[in-house]
């Protein structure tokens, strides 16, 4: 643009000093060429009045041509009327020449004054030669040549060449001057719009011109910017309700997908990704290799403009796949998929747990019915049986009881799971010797001795002394029920790190592998408990193992068939304090 600009005034410029340079040399020629001219004519006039009144001159033709030539400063040649040179105030030489067949001789001869431009044999410069309209002395017609040398007009030339190139010089550093100050005045301006529209087209709206040219370009400037600041409010408002819609589908916590026939992912959740591991680079659901189960399905919901729901197992989850097509935007679609296995396993503990309580309830109450029948009918011998028959309906009352109070603090706790219950301090030695001297009667009927070294701290934790009876007493129980006679059960605790660690040896039956997988299901009992008709309920390692995940314990069990079992307790506590 700058480049054109120059070029165009640079060629202007030029242009017009050439223009003005040739029309003024040829109106100064011509107008030299008539001054001469004219001059040359009033002179040949003054020489004929001379001739006339001084009628017997023609024998002196050679020197009156030669004392007028001084005067008027031009050559002055006589020629006769049939072209013949009879004197030449320069070179006589010229009589030998003849201008009869000369063109302006005879326009003369026919009584006109005109005039030729010759150019001087060295053709250093032109001379006009006027012919002036025949005189008559003594009878004879003469025609008076005057010649004069255009020396003037070629010095006329040289210095309009010179006031012409000057004129280009110096309009060309104008120009070059005037051009920098429009390019600057103009350009610049343009320039600067330019940039700020191609930042614009990148996608940067935060730019900002100033000009102050005073003229259109300044109110274009201005309305640029009034634009660019509407765009930029426009864009960050529509930038933050994407966030605000990003940030609200993050939170929902189901995997959710928005996209379109192509299944090109048009949005996408915080738990869709982590998920299914779409990566940044993933733009399209067909080409994440984990939706692969899912994609015959939102295929089918696409193609039929159906929505769908559905289960779908994949990578042994349970998940609930829903597609909803978008309202007025039928080419868009909601995927939602959501993780549904815990829901499952929940609602088929709950089933399980259910059935093994209705069974296991209704255990002692057959037994009770049944001995109460046989009371009533009175098939009894004697009294000591009618005793007998209430000892076992008592025991199994007992039994009714202990199950029911079981199921009931499990309910308890398993809807406090997420509440935690308040910080209470433990002096670790103290409370777990109380505990196990409640279980040495019990543990003497079996001859069993009970073995305890426990550290002395204070720790303060999101445990009660009641909670510790609760999760020991069970584990002693089971301890002393599933030993034998004469055994031995070792307990000890440390502390490592946060965390408290209690362990419980025994000496009994142990426990196979296929017992070990299930001893924390609800209502689990193994065989040896069954068969050998150890008291039980299968709740008792449950509420154990809930009460821990309730402050984020852990339990390990360890066991050898008939050599004995260990398990090891690791309880998280807050602060020790000695
Ligand atoms: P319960 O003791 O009422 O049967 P638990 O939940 O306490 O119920 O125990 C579940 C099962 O785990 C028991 O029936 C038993 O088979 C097994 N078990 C628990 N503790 C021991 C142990 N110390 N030694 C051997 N088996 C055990």
Redesign the pocket.
């Known amino acids: 643009m700058k480049k054109k600009l120059l070029l165009i005034c640079f060629t202007l410029i030029i242009t017009s000093s050439l223009i003005t340079g040739t029309l003024s040399t040829n109106i100064i020629q011509n107008n030299y060429k008539e001054n001469l001219f004219t001059t040359g004519v009033s002179n040949g006039n003054l020489i004929k009045k001379f001739l006339k009144n001084n009628p017997g001159i023609n024998k002196y033709f050679f020197k009156i041509s030669q004392q007028l030539s001084n005067l008027i400063d031009s050559r002055i040649t006589f020629i006769d009327i049939n072209g013949k040179p009879l004197a030449d105030s320069f070179d006589n030489s010229i009589i030998f020449k003849n201008f009869n067949d000369n063109i302006h001789f005879n326009i003369a001869k026919n009584g006109k004054n005109n005039y030729q431009i010759t150019k001087s044999s060295e053709k250093r410069y032109e001379t006009m030669e006027i012919f002036l309209s025949p005189i008559e002395i003594n009878s004879k017609n003469i025609i008076i040549m005057i010649s004069s040398e255009m020396s003037m007009f070629k010095e006329y030339k040289k210095n309009i060449f010179i006031a012409i190139s000057l004129s280009i010089l110096i309009s060309g550093f104008l120009s070059f001057i005037l051009s920098f100050l429009f390019l600057r005045r103009f350009i610049n301006p343009i320039n600067k719009l330019t940039k700020a529209s191609e930042e614009m087209s990148n996608g940067n709206f935060s730019s900002n011109l100033i000009i102050q040219s005073h003229d259109e370009v300044e109110k274009l400037a201005k309305s640029f910017n009034k634009m660019n600041f509407k765009i930029n409010e426009l864009l960050t408002e529509i930038n933050n309700k994407a966030n605000d819609l990003q940030s609200i589908i993050d939170n929902i916590m189901q995997e959710i997908f928005v996209i379109n026939k192509n299944g090109d992912i048009i949005l996408i959740n915080k738990f869709a990704k982590n998920e299914f591991y779409i990566e940044n680079n993933i733009d399209n659901i067909y080409k994440s290799k984990k939706l692969k189960n899912f994609i015959k399905y939102i295929s089918i919901s696409l193609n039929e403009n159906k929505n769908i729901k559905m289960e779908i197992e994949d990578n042994s989850k349970i998940y609930l796949l829903s597609t909803n097509f978008i309202e007025n935007k039928i080419d868009q679609i909601i995927i939602i998929i959501e993780d549904i296995s815990k829901i499952k396993k929940v609602e088929e503990l709950r089933k399980n747990f259910i059935s093994n309580a209705s069974h296991e309830l209704k255990t002692p109450l057959t037994i009770i019915s049944g001995f109460i029948e046989t009371i009533k009918l009175g098939h009894f011998k004697d009294t000591s049986q009618i005793l007998y028959f209430i000892d076992i309906i008592d025991k199994e009352v007992v039994r009714f009881k202990a199950l029911v109070e079981k199921i009931l603090s499990l309910s308890r706790l398993e809807n406090s799971l997420e509440e935690k219950a308040s910080i209470n301090r433990i002096n670790t030695n103290l409370v777990f010797n109380e505990i196990v001297e409640s279980f040495k009667i019990s543990a003497a009927k079996k001859n069993i001795v009970i073995k305890s070294n426990f550290n002395s701290d204070i720790i303060l934790g999101y445990f009660s002394h009641e909670w510790f009876r609760i999760i020991i007493g069970?584990l002693i129980?089971?301890?002393i029920?599933?030993n034998k006679n004469n055994g031995e059960i070792t307990l000890s605790s440390y502390i490592s790190e946060n965390n408290l660690i209690l362990k419980i040896k025994?000496t009994?039956?142990?426990?196979d592998n296929q017992?070990l997988e299930n001893?924390f299901i609800k209502f689990?009992?193994?065989d040896?408990?069954r068969n050998s008709k150890?008291s039980?309920?299968?709740?008792?390692?449950?509420i154990v193992k809930t009460m821990l995940d309730n402050i984020n314990g852990k339990i390990y069990v360890s066991?050898n068939l008939r050599q004995g079992?260990t398990?090891k307790l690791t309880i998280p506590f807050i602060s020790k304090n000695n």
């Open positions: 069970n129980d089971n301890a029920k599933f025994d009994g039956i142990g426990m017992i001893i689990y009992r193994g040896s408990s150890i039980g309920t299968g709740l008792g390692l449950s066991s079992s398990f």
